[in-house]
């Protein structure tokens, strides 16, 4: 069986339903995308579209909390090792064959967990914009890396991760905030990166000293979307999907960091990479970006088949440089004969 168009399906399991769509024959290789915050399959479009057409089996999935999948109301729901078991649950309904995982942002978390301690799942793991820590993805962490040139500690003690501490210390207020106005706060938060902003200090180190991520106002400013990054009817379904549900569950993945630390001390090999990984930066990623600090370091240390690139771009990678991001992973598929 060949899907020559995206189709939407729905896993139910007796924990958990993950909603994905999938496209591309059945029988071809599995690659796996993962979204991170606050995005949903749909960001992976033109991805899934170019290799679905080389005869890859292209599967993204609404993560927990997302979408048309589950939204459990306690936060220590979404947990990693839930969402790891979520995708553990979807990578065997689709055959359980060792995939390609592909994540960007809280996915690329998500895909380096699964491959730490469920190796067998995986021929190789692409990790766009977020790189991979052995220790995970979590403040204690994140602040020990901050680059203090630009923030320095008596300033800025969470550097560019205050919004991170700002879920943590103010969750109901950072809610309120988003979802005042959730189409608002989505075009707001879909921006292409701006070269001129690396080295600088990032709107998202001063949350917590304007009382806000959209200070004294509570709420977004009007904000037209950037139609060159998603489609405009994807857009629009992103929209009605967060009017739905809104983006407490979203949120809720920030709030599991002593749970996340223990799972990750969990992992085989001290969470040592032995398979294949690409990890895609985002040049102009004033949060995220590996280039001139040493936000990589753990990543290098931890993988022992790593290959770095680069894209022009900000954060939002595979809505911003959506042929540049294939060009980069068929790249990388041919040069490690995973293709």
Request: charged share 20%; glycine share 8%.
């Amino acid at each position: 069986m060949s899907t020559s168009k995206l189709t939407s399906r729905v896993l139910k399991t007796p924990r958990h339903t993950t909603h994905y769509v999938e496209m591309g024959p059945a029988d071809g290789p599995l690659m796996l995308f993962l979204h991170g915050w606050p995005e949903l399959s749909l960001i992976w479009r033109a991805q899934i579209e170019a290799f679905a057409a080389q005869g890859w089996h292209c599967v993204a999935p609404d993560m927990r909390g997302y979408g048309s999948s589950s939204a459990p109301a306690p936060t220590h729901a979404y947990t990693l090792e839930n969402i790891v078991a979520d995708m553990a649950e979807l990578h065997d309904h689709l055959g359980g064959r060792p995939a390609i995982w592909v994540g960007h942002d809280w996915g690329s978390v998500v895909a380096g967990e699964l491959v730490a301690h469920e190796p067998q799942r995986s021929r190789g793991v692409v990790l766009i914009s977020v790189p991979y820590f052995p220790t995970t993805n979590a403040l204690p962490t994140l602040v020990p890396l901050v680059d203090r040139s630009i923030y320095p500690a008596d300033t800025y003690p969470d550097g560019q991760w205050d919004y991170y501490r700002y879920y943590n210390t103010h969750f109901e207020s950072a809610i309120a905030d988003l979802d005042a106005d959730k189409a608002a706060s989505l075009a707001s938060i879909y921006r292409r990166g701006d070269p001129a902003s690396i080295g600088r200090v990032a709107a998202n180190a001063e949350v917590t000293r304007k009382g806000g991520r959209f200070g004294q106002a509570h709420r977004a400013p009007l904000t037209q979307p950037d139609l060159a990054l998603w489609p405009q009817a994807d857009f629009a379904h992103l929209v009605r999907s967060f009017e739905a549900h809104g983006f407490r569950a979203p949120c809720a993945w920030y709030l599991n960091d002593a749970a996340n630390i223990e799972y990750a001390q969990r992992a085989p090999n001290g969470g040592h990479l032995s398979l294949p990984v690409l990890f895609v930066n985002g040049d102009y990623d004033q949060m995220n970006t590996i280039k001139g600090n040493r936000l990589g370091d753990p990543m290098r240390a931890a993988c022992a088949d790593l290959t770095v690139t680069s894209l022009p771009g900000g954060h939002w990678l595979p809505v911003e440089c959506k042929m540049e991001l294939v060009e980069a992973i068929s790249n990388w598929l041919r040069s490690r004969r995973l293709g």
